[in-house]
Nanobody
Framework: QVQLVESGGGLVQAGGSLRLSCAAS???????MKWFRQAPGKEREFVAR????????YYADSVKGRFTISRDNAKNTVYLQMNDLKPEDTAVYYC????????????WGQGTQVTVSS
């Protein structure tokens, strides 16, 4: 069983930065780790993913060049560094773990709120 707990969300002005963390329990080091987000009134969308070793990453076009996903398997933690934040980045951000390198997930965290003010 895998459990995921996100932290690091908050309120930030446009152009600012935040770093989200996702602490995992269980054997996640073989999983692809992913971030998704869901804005009010919208469907949940894929943001980024990283493979088990950290050697491969993939981003949604909307965040490419601004967000960076990374992982520290020794700490069982995944990060999402978010720079140059925009009001449209406002959403609940979810950490997820999946066996496949796509936008599906087998385990989900409870989410952390990110609010970007203009």
């Amino acid at each position: 069983q895998v459990q995921l707990v996100e932290s690091g969300g908050g309120l930030v002005q446009a152009g600012g930065s935040l770093r989200l963390s996702c602490a995992a329990s269980g054997r996640t080091f073989t999983y692809n780790m992913k971030w998704f987000r869901q804005a009010p009134g919208k469907e949940r969308e894929f943001v980024a993913r990283i493979n088990w070793s950290g050697s491969s990453t993939y981003y949604a076009d909307s965040v490419k060049g601004r967000f960076t996903i990374s992982r520290d398997n020794a700490k069982n933690t995944v990060y999402l560094q978010m720079n140059d934040l925009k009001p449209e980045d406002t959403a609940v951000y979810y950490c997820a773990a999946g066996r496949t390198a796509d936008s599906t997930a087998d385990y989900w965290g409870q989410g952390t709120q990110v609010t970007v003010s203009s």
